[in-house]
Every structure is written in structure tokens, then in C-alpha cells.
């Protein structure tokens, strides 16, 4: 019996397993203490609590648990990860003309307390040396330039963004037709200046998965940071943060199994040993990365799902790709001008993004609104732009607008997958029966040849 | 989002889907919108010596409230005049459709969609056989005005 709607928007969120919530339940209700509080039981049984969470995060990715942050979640993750190594790595070529400026005004004697005019931040900075040899070179490590893809998520998009309001340089790069990075671009972009690599780890909409291991040995062999948005693929996709040189990656609860409102940051302690300038300051809390009374529920929470996708991996991802493929079969089998949207081998296992031509996205979504999907369509959102992640894949508009979103997970069964796929090419045949565009390639028009008005 | 009923009534059974033969001369084709855009209207009307619509169809690529917009126009011009296809505001179809303001542009193209088609009938008569005919058809026009 199939019972609606049915979900399959796994890659938005993913719903509470059972066991995360029975294992957090105790400390949502007499085991609330703070796990900051080191004088009595209720502060060590949470602090306990964290501890082993930390554990598990740390197992799930083959780190320490001392590299583990804990965090709101993972646009947080991926703010501190960017602005702290930005922060504190970086410097702009605004602030080394600064330094230039005050070295030069100490020698000319304009300015003779130069020296406690330096911010800081910079440390202690010998003015003199500074004239002599310039900030340039004095500075030569701190460069103040980032790279990652134009295909990255909001919150590593909007974080370089604002770096980029503060003087840093970025370099957005485009990806190959598949949705992967292309390695000789990456290489080429790296400059002396570089400081920190950004990359995913799995694309939100399309589901590719980038060739990490090969971005983090490029990286360790320029000297590089790397960071990569892993909230897709962590528990979904074997990794180790050691074999795969990552120093710096993002995790999400949500995406696996566990609650919304925590992540985590995973920070490497040696070779080398990552340090970040906080965003949130506070009470010193996650060695000074990240202040706030720990989410003690939510992070225990978290050690769960990530301990249950440890054991149920290999067996999952099995399952997913066997019911990812079962769907895409239905659908190519059953309707012509259908395109799947991103690489089809390096993906995630349950994510498949599909342009069905010449029928509009948020129609079909309609047209199956016992489904829970989501669409690369601009009408699902205020703007009226379509999916950039598509077009940065050379999609066209017209098959942007085309795309739906399909993410299975744990609790997708067989039917479901079963009845989706049916009701799809139910659908879209439907649609296109109402569909000008499909009439016209039906008689042999080329729809390319026609002078559409923009509108 | 939520839908109003009435775009759902139009998006689940859709009025007067369908084509014409747009070579017939009798028959108006008003094509906007662009695929790049997420939507283009196919509008056909057929319209008889007296000037009055007698049947309208169409066939939309795009959301459901473009599709629901088409699919009422078809319905409100079919045995009207050519004049009060022409007139047809985007604001009626906004109102009777209660659309958001994200969606007004459906609406806008549902407008454009049947003047588009209005000219492109008017297109036909004149070339069709100059200056004289051309006038009897404004006289249809005319007449039909005056029965609408």
C-alpha cells in the first residue's frame, strides 16, 4: 500500500530516524545540563554526552575528535570555514598598501607612533623592515586570494562574496558539462596568493561528486588549504579526511538522519594544523572556535545519525543506487527527451536530476503534488532566473526550467520508487499532449530556429 | 505555494486543448513567450464571416498558472467578437484567477497570446485578397461589435 504523499526530496532534508530521536530524547528532557559546567553531574553527564558524540563524527570521516567543532549547522560551518581562514590567513592588498603606508611614515617621521597604528590583527609587525623590503614580501604567505565552483551552495557562494567586499579576491570556477571541476583549471588558478580552496563534496541540486581526493592532493602539493561542503555526501559516501588530504569540511544532521539546527566543522590539528579567527565570539567554547552553549540534544543527535550511517552505509548506498537506476530505467524507457543532469557514475547514490523537455518544471511538480520533489524551475522561487547550478552546466534555459529533483533515502521503498516513476511518465505525456513546444518538435521544428521574444 | 482553486480547476481539466490548422484561413495563431523563460502560449481562434469567435484553442509550455490563464481566455472568448478578444485586459484574468504578483506575468502573456492571434487573422484577410475584402472584414468587425 502506498500512502501520500510521498517523500523524495531527501537531498532538502531528511526525516528524524527513530533511533537519533530516542537516543536524544534523555537530554531534551532530565539530562539538560551544560556541558560547559564542570563543578557537578549534570554538567558531566552532558559534557560526556558531547564527548562521544564527537566520537562518532569523527569516525564517520576518519578524524580525531579534538578536530571535530560543533556548530548550528552547516551554512555555519561553511561561513567559519571560509571568513576564519580568510581572517586569519589572509591578508588584502588594501591592508599590506596600509602597511606600506605607516612603515613610510615612520621613516619620514610624519607619523612617528607608527608602529601602535598597526591593527593587531597583523600581530606584531616590524615597520622597518617593512620599508625596507615592503608588505609584499613581508607578507608573502598571507595572500588574499580564494577559489572554489560556481556550482557551490549558497552559503560558501554568499560567504566568498562577502570576502570579496572586504578585499579578498575569489575565483568562481565553472565546471565541465558532467557538473565535475576540470583538475588543469584548478591547478592553473592556484597562485601565490591562493590561501584556501573550496570545493563540494557533492552537488545540493544535481548530486556529482566531485573528485576530492585528487582536489586535495593538488592542494597539499601547492600548499593550499582545502575545504570542502560536505554535507551531501557525509554518511552517504565512504571518506577520510587523511587519505583525501581535506582540512577543512562541512557537516549537516539534517541531511542524515538527525535533527536541524546542528553541523559540524571538521578542522584539522596536524600537518597542518588548521587555525580559524571565530565568527561568533564568546565564552571560548570548541577551543575558541566557536562560542555558545553547546546544542547537547542536537549534537548527541548528530553522533547518532552519524553512527548509524556508519554501520548502515555500504548496504544503503547498495540499495539507493539499485532504486536510482530501477527509476531512471521507468522513465528513459517510457518517455523520449528525457536527460539526467549531472555525471551518471560519480553521484550520489540516491539523487537523480532529470529535464523532461518541453514540459515546464513547476507544472509537473503540480502534476504530481503527492510527491514531494523540487524543481530547478525559476517559478518555484521569487526570481525568475533558473537554476544557476544547471546553467553553469551549459544546460539551456529551456531545460533548466525542465528539471525536477528527485531524492530517495532511507525510508524509500520499492513501490514508492515504483509508483513515482509511473505517475511521472503518466504526467509528462499529459503535459506534453498540452505542450506547443513538443507539438512543434513533433512535426521537425527546430525550436533553435525560431526568434523567441524574451519576456 | 499555495494554489487557488480556480487555477487548479483550469490546470486539472483544461479547456479547449488543442490545435487548428494554422494554414486554414479562417484560423488566427497568436505564438509568444520563449522556452529560455519557462513558458510560451499557443493560442488558435477560429473565427467565422460574421467576425465572431466560434472556437478557440490552446496549447501552453509553462507553470501551472500560465496554463491555467490560456486555458481561461480560450473559454471567455469563444463566441465573442474579435473586438472583445482584442480588449481583453491581463488584470480580469489576474482577478478571476486571484494570481500572485509573481505570477502576473502568465497573465500578460495570456493577453498577448490572443492579440497575437487577433493580428495575425486580420494578417490573413488583408493578404488574402486586398483592399476590398480587407473592408468587408472590418465591416464583420463592425457588426460583430455591435452584437457583443
Redesign the interface.
Given at each position: 500500500m502506498i500512502s501520500l504523499p510521498i517523500y523524495m526530496d531527501y537531498n532538502s532534508t531528511t526525516p528524524l530516524d527513530p533511533r537519533v530521536r530516542e537516543a536524544m530524547a534523555p537530554y531534551e528532557t532530565d539530562q539538560f545540563g551544560n556541558a560547559a559546567s564542570r563543578s557537578h553531574k549534570f554538567g558531566w553527564v552532558a559534557e560526556e554526552a558531547v564527548e562521544t558524540a564527537r566520537e562518532q563524527v569523527a569516525d564517520l570521516i576518519g578524524a580525531t575528535s579534538a578536530e571535530i567543532i560543533f556548530t548550528s549547522g552547516a551554512t555555519e560551518s561553511d561561513n567559519l570555514a571560509l571568513k576564519g581562514v580568510a581572517h586569519l590567513y589572509g591578508m588584502t592588498r588594501a591592508e599590506k598598501l596600509m602597511l606600506d603606508s605607516l612603515a613610510k611614515a615612520k621613516q619620514d617621521g610624519s607619523i612617528p607612533n607608527a608602529e601602535d597604528l598597526v591593527p593587531p590583527k597583523f600581530g606584531s609587525v616590524d615597520l622597518d623592515e617593512v620599508a625596507e623590503k615592503g608588505a609584499n614580501e613581508v607578507f608573502a604567505s598571507r595572500g588574499d586570494h580564494i577559489i572554489t565552483l560556481e556550482t557551490e551552495h549558497k552559503a560558501i557562494l554568499d560567504s566568498a562574496k562577502r570576502l570579496e567586499k572586504e578585499g579578498f579576491r575569489v575565483t568562481y570556477l565553472p565546471v565541465e558539462q558532467n557538473g565535475l571541476v576540470n583538475l588543469d583549471k584548478l591547478r592553473e588558478a592556484i597562485t601565490p596568493d591562493t590561501i584556501l580552496v573550496s570545493i563540494m563534496y557533492a552537488n545540493n541540486e544535481i548530486g556529482v561528486l566531485q573528485p576530492i581526493a585528487e582536489i586535495g592532493k593538488i592542494c597539499r602539493e601547492h600548499k593550499v588549504l582545502f575545504h570542502t561542503d560536505a554535507v551531501q555526501a557525509v554518511g552517504k559516501v565512504p571518506m577520510d579526511v587523511n587519505e583525501m588530504n581535506i582540512d577543512l569540511l562541512s557537516i549537516s544532521a539534517h541531511k542524515m538522519y538527525g535533527p536541524k539546527g546542528v553541523g559540524a566543522l571538521y578542522v584539522r590539528r596536524r600537518k597542518p594544523r588548521v587555525r580559524l579567527e571565530a565568527v561568533i565570539d564568546g565564552g571560548g567554547h570548541e577551543r575558541g572556535m566557536r562560542s555558545g552553549t553547546l546544542n547537547v540534544a542536537g549534537i548527541v543527535g548528530l553522533g547518532k545519525a552519524a553512527a548509524l550511517c556508519k554501520e548502515l552505509m555500504d548496504e544503503e548506498a547498495k540499495r539507493m543506487i539499485e532504486l536510482r537506476n530501477r527509476f531512471w530505467s521507468k522513465i528513459r524507457d517510457n518517455l523520449d527527451e528525457v536527460y539526467m543532469n549531472g555525471d551518471e557514475e560519480a553521484r550520489l547514490p540516491g539523487n537523480l536530476n532529470i529535464s523532461f523537455a518541453?514540459?515546464?518544471?513547476?507544472?509537473l511538480m503540480?502534476a504530481i503534488k503527492d510527491v514531494a520533489v523540487s524543481s530547478g524551475?525559476?517559478?518555484?522561487s521569487?526570481s525568475?532566473e533558473?537554476s544557476y547550478v544547471l546553467r553553469s552546466l551549459g544546460v539551456?534555459?529551456?531545460l533548466a526550467?525542465s528539471s525536477i529533483r528527485f531524492g530517495m533515502g532511507r525510508f524509500t521503498t520499492d513501490e514508492e520508487v515504483d509508483y513515482v516513476a509511473d505517475l511521472v511518465v503518466e504526467r509528462v505525456k499529459k503535459l506534453r499532449?498540452?505542450?506547443?513546444?513538443?507539438?512543434m518538435f513533433k512535426e521537425g521544428i527546430d525550436?533553435n530556429s525560431i526568434e523567441?521574444?524574451?519576456? | 505555494m499555495a494554489y487557488n482553486d480556480k487555477v487548479i480547476d483550469h490546470y486539472e481539466n483544461p479547456r479547449n486543448v488543442g490545435s487548428m490548422d494554422k494554414e486554414d484561413e479562417s484560423v488566427g495563431t497568436g505564438l509568444v513567450g520563449a522556452p529560455a523563460c519557462g513558458d510560451v502560449m499557443r493560442l488558435q481562434i477560429k473565427v467565422n464571416d460574421d467576425g465572431v469567435i466560434e472556437d478557440a484553442k490552446f496549447k501552453t509550455f509553462g507553470c501551472g498558472s500560465a496554463i491555467a490563464s490560456s486555458s481561461l481566455v480560450t473559454e471567455w472568448v469563444k463566441g465573442k467578437s474579435l473586438d472583445y478578444a482584442e480588449n481583453l485586459k491581463n488584470t480580469e484574468i489576474v482577478q478571476e484567477l486571484s494570481l500572485p504578483p509573481v505570477k502576473v506575468h502568465c497573465s500578460v502573456l495570456a493577453e498577448d497570446a490572443i492579440k497575437a492571434a487577433v493580428a495575425d487573422w486580420k494578417k490573413k484577410k488583408s493578404a488574402q485578397s486586398g483592399d476590398a475584402q480587407t473592408e468587408q472584414a472590418a465591416e464583420a468587425e463592425g457588426q460583430a461589435e455591435q452584437r457583443a
Open positions: 518541453f514540459v515546464e518544471g513547476e507544472a503540480m524551475s525559476a517559478c518555484t521569487a525568475l533558473p539551456g534555459d529551456d526550467h499532449d498540452m505542450s506547443p513546444l513538443y507539438e525550436l523567441w521574444a524574451a519576456h | -
